[in-house]
């Protein structure tokens, strides 16, 4: 016992004594220990003031400080217990073999460090809780049974270092206030956890160890702050009981959340303000019934609510499973923290489907998870469907029903499974399939119908069907067809009819089919095969004239043929036809009877205008088939127009007296219409012919010259006839001159005036008497005479040689104007030419010859 004194103990002393005490009871004492080893079964402080100096190691069993203060700025190395009902300072070591108890006592932690070494149960006691500075784990009990234990709060404001041995929070709460990552020092190599509550500060970017567990496994929890928003603290704890299933299944792509592993889990508490937003999690999940496979996933909660995903999936390696990059901040009523049981992901589910019965319907699914997946394909009830003939696709995504049936109808689904053999069912999807129709009509065929006249209703029926089948309809549309029936439609009911006519406007039979599909009813509208009915529809016979003399003249024969281009599907196109006339009954004249003509035959008639004006003949064609009840209103009226003699009549409307007296008038009527007309009068006397043309319908001739004249009249079209042999009576000359010339010439000799010329008139319509002038050589009238009666010869004598024109003019006044002239003509002079021998300029040759000559001619 050291009791009301000071006492230093310095080391190099013989302490032996202390060394050797089982107890020491310090009561009173200012104790300083320096540079000792105290070893001591129990140290008891009742009222001392005790200071251990650096470096100095106490060494005992348990200590009592139960009044007075102790402080340790070196090392307690206990055994046993340290408990105190009093004051506890300083810097230095409490290394405990036993427990900690501070009851009622103050402890001021400073830099000092409490180690709990103990191979047995420990335990840190204190009402209100406990505040160190450092706190050391090495307690070397059995791992599952021995442990450090609070009894009350406890916070760590320096470092908690964790190299052997657990600590058992209990009920209380282990709180590590220092918030630097490095303040939890963690070597163990025995899996040394905390059971229950860890808090601990948060302020750093870096990876914080939460080494929870239970009695059985380390189940740590690691927390990689990427980012901070607030520091703060954050409390965490682990429980091994199950977690539920609320909230599952999640989409975790690509894989399905299903199910939570039961074995327990981690709870952190957000306290102090702390905020994240960007965090990455691990958690061991050592001892955990289930196999932990890389696919297994973190899901999330808030305060026990429904269990979500934050974050990305990261592979689990061996029992520590990851998730990165959480931004869903940690909670401070609460986030916990479970693993996931994983399953394929459905994302697409099989769909409801309606077709049409022969279709080939297929269902998919889209699965992702842990590869290969497996399929396999079911029909209600759990019929197991296989590869075949009627199904293919069985065991992948996509099932197909070739060809279906009624009997395919029903519910089906997919299993599909991961490779760790976990798997997901998906929805039901219920196949509906649908009749397509079977159509017929009647009738079908109507091979011989007119046009424009309403063929018969074409009945749509049903032979095969769904109730709300209904029609839908088209229809051809060839060249040629006029109609009002539209070139598609449809019908609702069983019985209703396609109704109405077309107008064939071509030349030959149309065929319009009409192509009747069956339609099912929604949502499918199964379309069944058309079946048609058709309606051949007969043209409307047509003439085509080929009228090839649409304008004759008066006595010719028209030339129509007439032809047709249609054919009909029966029969044969004849042409009806009537005639008739223009003008006045009489007028024209020629056959006007009807009849009937086969193409190709021609309409040959001989037709005589005896009207002043052209006049048509009419003909009214109707081309008709007498096999077909058709209408037949395909009329063509050929004309033929016949003009009329040009030249109507000739007359002499003025008479005429003679040439030089009064002048007569011949009047020419002419035809109306088809001016201008062309005039010829030939053989027209002392002036031929003549050709002129008119527009007007009568021309006048000024006769100046008795004797028989001829029009000929050509009008515009050619048309001509003639009026010949017209005689015109008036005074005719035909006066003679003759010379006696029985000499054969009119005088005996040259320029004796010795000719004779015979005067006569034998004209009969010259009047007599007669009277004439001879006029010589066109310069003097050297006769006259008078002729009493025609045929009378008046004989001129003594007339000299020379030209001579008889100007003669009867009773009348009317003169020959013809003037005839005459010659009176004297023989030659006779001329006598005397020729006479020349021998080079002599007339004989020689001097004394007698050959000399005379001659005459």
């Known amino acids: 016992m050291i009791s009301n004194s000071t006492r230093i103990l310095q080391k190099n002393r013989n302490c032996s004594g202390f060394k050797t005490l089982i107890a020491t009871m310090i009561v009173g004492a200012l104790l300083m220990l320096q540079n000792y080893n105290l070893n001591s079964q129990v140290i008891t402080n009742d009222g001392s003031v005790i200071t251990i100096l650096p470096a100095t190691i106490v060494g005992s069993g348990d200590v009592v400080n ?198 327990g889990y981690w709870n952190l508490t957000a306290n102090n303000g702390f905020s994240t937003s960007d965090f990455n999690i691990s958690l061991d999940a050592s001892g955990f019934a289930d196999t932990i496979r890389d696919v297994t996933r973190v899901i999330k909660r808030t305060d026990g609510g429904d269990w979500t995903v934050d974050g990305s999936h990261r592979d689990a390696v061996g029992d520590v499973v990851y998730r990165d990059n959480l931004a869903g901040d940690i909670s401070s009523s609460g986030t916990q923290f479970a693993l996931g049981r994983v399953r394929p992901l459905i994302i697409t589910h099989p769909h409801d489907t309606t077709v049409c019965e022969e279709t080939n319907p297929s269902f998919e699914v889209v699965a992702t998870g842990a590869e290969k997946l497996k399929y396999a394909w079911y029909k209600e009830p759990g019929i197991l469907i296989e590869n075949g003939p009627h199904y293919e696709g069985a065991r992948t995504s996509g099932l197909t029903i070739k060809s279906a049936v009624l009997t395919d109808a029903g519910e089906y689904y997919c299993i599909i499974t991961d490779r760790y053999r976990n798997s997901t069912r998906s929805n039901n999807a219920t196949l509906v399939v649908m009749k397509i129709p079977e159509a017929k009509v009647t009738p079908e065929v109507q091979p011989d119908e007119c046009s424009d006249i309403k063929f018969e209703d074409i009945v749509m029926d049903l032979n095969y069907w769904d109730p709300g089948t209904s029609f839908v309809w088209t229809r051809n549309n060839p060249e040629g067809i006029v109609t009002t029936i539209p070139e598609s439609g449809s019908a609702n009911n069983i019985g209703d009819v396609l109704e109405g006519s077309f107008i064939n406007t071509s030349d030959s039979p149309v065929k319009i089919t009409f192509l009747i599909t069956p339609v099912g009813p929604a949502p499918t509208y199964c379309i069944g095969k058309p079946v048609a009915a058709s309606v051949t529809i007969n043209p409307t016979p047509r003439a085509i004239q080929l009228n090839a003399l649409p304008v004759i003249c008066y006595g010719e024969s028209i030339s129509i043929k007439l032809t047709t281009p249609t054919s009909m599907t029966k029969g044969d196109v004849v042409f009806d036809y009537t005639v008739a006339f223009e003008g006045q009954p009489g007028e024209l004249v020629g056959v006007n009877s009807p009849g009937t003509l086969i193409p190709g035959n021609i309409l040959n008639y001989r037709f005589e205008n005896n009207s002043d004006t052209i006049l048509s003949v009419f003909y009214t064609v109707t081309p008709k088939n007498y096999s077909l009840g058709c209408k037949y209103d395909s009329i063509i009226v050929p004309q033929v127009r016949v003009h009329p003699k040009p030249l109507q009549d000739l007359f002499i409307s003025t008479p005429f007296t003679c040439t030089g007296g009064f002048n007569g008038v011949i009047t020419a009527v002419l035809a109306k219409g088809s001016k201008p007309d062309i005039l010829t009068w030939t053989e027209r006397p002392w002036s031929g012919d003549t050709t002129y043309t008119t527009t007007l319908n009568t021309d006048y001739l000024t006769v100046r010259y008795a004797g028989e004249y001829n029009l000929t009249v050509e009008d515009s079209f050619g048309c001509s006839n003639s009026i010949e042999h017209l005689e015109v009576l008036g005074t005719t000359f035909r006066t003679n001159l003759y010379v006696n010339d029985t000499t054969g010439f009119g005088t005996s000799c040259p320029g004796v005036a010795d000719g004779e010329m015979w005067i006569w008139e034998s004209s009969l319509t010259a009047k007599a008497p007669l009277e004439y002038w001879l006029v010589y050589n066109e310069q003097d009238t050297i006769r006259a005479g008078t002729i009493s009666m025609t045929g009378e010869v008046r004989y001129e004598n003594n007339l000299p040689s020379g030209f001579y024109r008889l100007i003669i003019k009867d009773a009348n006044g009317c003169y020959n104007r013809d003037n005839p002239q005459i010659e009176i003509t004297e023989p030659p002079a006779v001329n006598v030419l005397l020729q006479e021998s020349n021998y080079n300029g002599y007339n004989i040759s020689c001097k004394g010859y007698n050959d000399g000559s005379v001659w005459t001619t």
């Open 66 to 263: 139960n009044s007075g203060t102790i402080s340790n700025n070196g090392i307690f190395n206990l055994t046993g217990n340290y408990t105190s009902t009093a004051t506890t300072n300083g810097n230095g070591f409490y290394t405990l073999g036993g427990s900690w108890t501070n009851t009622g006592g103050i402890f001021h932690p400073g830099s000092s460090t409490v180690i709990f070494n103990g191979s047995d149960d420990q335990f840190i006691t204190r009402t209100g809780g406990e505040t160190f500075f450092n706190l050391t784990v090495e307690n070397s009990g059995a791992q599952s049974l021995k442990r450090l234990a609070i009894q009350s709060n406890v916070t760590v404001l320096g470092t908690l270092t964790m190299s052997l041995g657990n600590i058992d929070a209990g009920a209380n709460l282990l709180y590590l206030t220092n918030p630097a990552a490095a303040a939890l020092i963690y070597t163990s190599t025995t899996q040394s956890r905390i059971f229950g509550r860890f808090e601990r500060g948060v302020n750093e970017t870096a990876t914080y160890l939460f080494p929870l567990g239970t009695t059985s496994f380390y189940n740590p929890l690691y927390l990689k702050t990427n980012n901070i928003q607030y520091s703060g603290s954050l409390l965490s704890q682990y429980f091994n009981n199950d977690p539920g299933n609320t909230g599952l299944p999640i989409p975790d792509p690509p894989v399905e959340i299903s199910d939570r592993y039961p074995d």
